[in-house]
Structures are given as structure tokens and as C-alpha cells.
């Protein structure tokens, strides 16, 4: 496969590359940035439950993040360090890759336009209308605005504390929020998360499970069209996508934190399924290649 032949045979190109400008910066005292301080209704609670659709890079329960939150504004930020300012210009790059690469899969494979997401930067806590997104939540995609929410601090957290190491880690993270709003684009999320809201838990974790699994298929897809369209993988690369995959797996989270896995309880999928899907991603090109609804066997 084509996949197999690449890894390990291409640290990644992106300095002094294109920034995207959907970027929404809040960071600083007050929010920061061009986004400002978020004010919000109340807009949590099970509804907003069913349809978020979060990173869940630490194996524990997110449910308080998302409960029902009162009118405000909520922005509580720490310390910028280089790191993070490095970390924003990274994602402001693969970003804007996500936004060449999802408006030409669109066009030629599905002949419409792409929406791009905003990605929202913080630094501790902020507010989103999922629920307040801080690291405990890791990244995660908010349908509700279609915003992808993000922690500057949480590449430090994915090399130290999850063994996830490098910047084409760091990019698959990115590239798996996006899949997110390229499934909300077309209509999964809300179809899938109708569904759940139908079934018994381990069901709906089943289905949660095929969502993530596609998002990890998604990321798969454009880190071959990055590759083809921008040169941008280097040497180990895609090595470093994988491990970040296998090192996110529900099983392996699990078994670190000292619990038995529970396969019941996965909403993300096996390392090895999550690996597997973001290959077969790589290797397809084609959205054809995602489809992890038909079949029994992820």
C-alpha cells in the first residue's frame, strides 16, 4: 500500500507558509484577539450532549464540562509562553492546508463548496456553546457555531503526558477536529447524532465510535493531499500521525489510566482501529474510502 511505502521514509514543512485568517484568537486578558470575550445564553445540557462531538484525548468522563451553563462571558487565560506562540502560527498553517485541501475534495469529488471552520485559540478556559472547552476537554469540534476549540497548551500535554510527539502529531490533530466540521458539512453529525439520541448508551457509543473512526479517515485524506499539493511531509511524519492515532486509541487511554478496557465504553476506537482508519484515508484519497457506517468490521 501506498501508505506503508511512505512511512518512514519522508519533521514537517510549514514555516513561513500561508496562515489562515479564520482564526479567532483569545488568548489574552479579556478573550484576546479578534474574537473578544464570548457572551452566551445558557446553552448546555443533554441536547448539547448528543451532539458535541469532543476531543477525549485524556480517557475520562467530560459530561460536567457540557452541562448547563449560565448567560456570561467566561474567559480565563494564563501565561503565553514562545511555545504557544509557536504552536498558534503551526495550527494558523495547517489550517489554512485543511481549508486548500477540503475546498478541492469538494469540488472534484462532490462538486460543491466547502465552508472552512473557525479555530478558536485559548489558554485555560473559555467558553463555547458545547460547554466550557478547557484542557480537560482536549480539542474538539462545537457544531452548534462550527468552531474547532483548541488549547495552545495541549501539544506540551500530547508530548509529555500522551507520548505523541512531533509536528505532524500536532497536525493530525488539527486535520481530525476539521473532519468534524467536513462531516457536520455534510450532513453526518446531525443525522449520526439523531440517531443517538434513539438508542441504548453502549449503542450510542458504538455509533460515536464509527464517527471518530471516519474523522481519523478524513485526517488520513488530507495528509495525502498536504503531501501532494504542498511537499510538506518530511522524514517520520507519518510516523508521528500514527502514534498520535494509536496513543489516542479508547483501549490504550484506558489501560493507562489503570482501568481494564472496556470496549462498551469506547466512544473513540481501538488504537489499532484508529490507526487503521487513518491509513486507509492516506492510502484511498477518496471520501469513498471513509465510509465506516456500511460494514460490521472497523
Known amino acids: 500500500m501506498m501508505f506503508a511505502t511512505f512511512v518512514g521514509m519522508l519533521a514537517m514543512r510549514w514555516q513561513g507558509r500561508r496562515g489562515s485568517s479564520n482564526i479567532e484568537d483569545r488568548r489574552r486578558s479579556g478573550g484576546g484577539g479578534r474574537g473578544g470575550v464570548v457572551r452566551l445564553g445558557g446553552a448546555g445540557g443533554l441536547g448539547v450532549l448528543a451532539i458535541v462531538v469532543v476531543g477525549y484525548f485524556f480517557g475520562v468522563d467530560l459530561t460536567p464540562l457540557l452541562d448547563d451553563q449560565p448567560g456570561g462571558s467566561v474567559s480565563q487565560s494564563a501565561p503565553i509562553t514562545q511555545a504557544d506562540e509557536d504552536a498558534a502560527q503551526f495550527v494558523s498553517v495547517t489550517l489554512a492546508d485543511t481549508e486548500e485541501v477540503w475546498t ?67 497536525a493530525y490533530v488539527v486535520a481530525h477536529e476539521v473532519a468534524h466540521h467536513v462531516q457536520d458539512e455534510l450532513g453526518i453529525l446531525s443525522k449520526v447524532n439523531g440517531l443517538r439520541q434513539q438508542v441504548s448508551q453502549a449503542d450510542s457509543n458504538a455509533l460515536s465510535v464509527r464517527i471518530e473512526l471516519q474523522a481519523d479517515c478524513m485526517a488520513g485524506i488530507w495528509a495525502r493531499s498536504a503531501q501532494e499539493e504542498f511537499g510538506s511531509l518530511e522524514p517520520g511524519d507519518l510516523d508521528e500521525a500514527v502514534n498520535a492515532a494509536r496513543q489516542i486509541g479508547d483501549d490504550t487511554l484506558q489501560r493507562n489510566a489503570g482501568r481494564n478496557p472496556n470496549p462498551h465504553s469506547f466512544t473513540h476506537g481501538t488504537s489499532q482501529q484508529r490507526s487503521k482508519w487513518f491509513a486507509r484515508g492516506y492510502d484511498g484519497g477518496e471520501l469513498s474510502a471513509c465510509d465506516t457506517f456500511s460494514g460490521r468490521d472497523l
Open 104 to 170: 478541492k475534495v469538494f469540488e472534484t469529488q462532490l462538486d460543491r463548496t466547502y465552508n472552512p471552520p473557525t479555530l478558536v485559540l485559548f489558554k485555560g478556559i473559555t467558553r463555547s456553546p458545547c460547554g466550557d472547552a478547557g484542557s480537560a476537554s482536549g480539542p474538539f469540534y462545537c457544531p452548534q457555531d462550527q468552531k474547532v476549540y483548541l488549547d495552545t497548551a495541549f501539544f506540551t500535554t500530547m508530548e509529555q503526558r500522551l507520548g505523541a510527539k512531533g509536528d505532524f502529531a500536532s
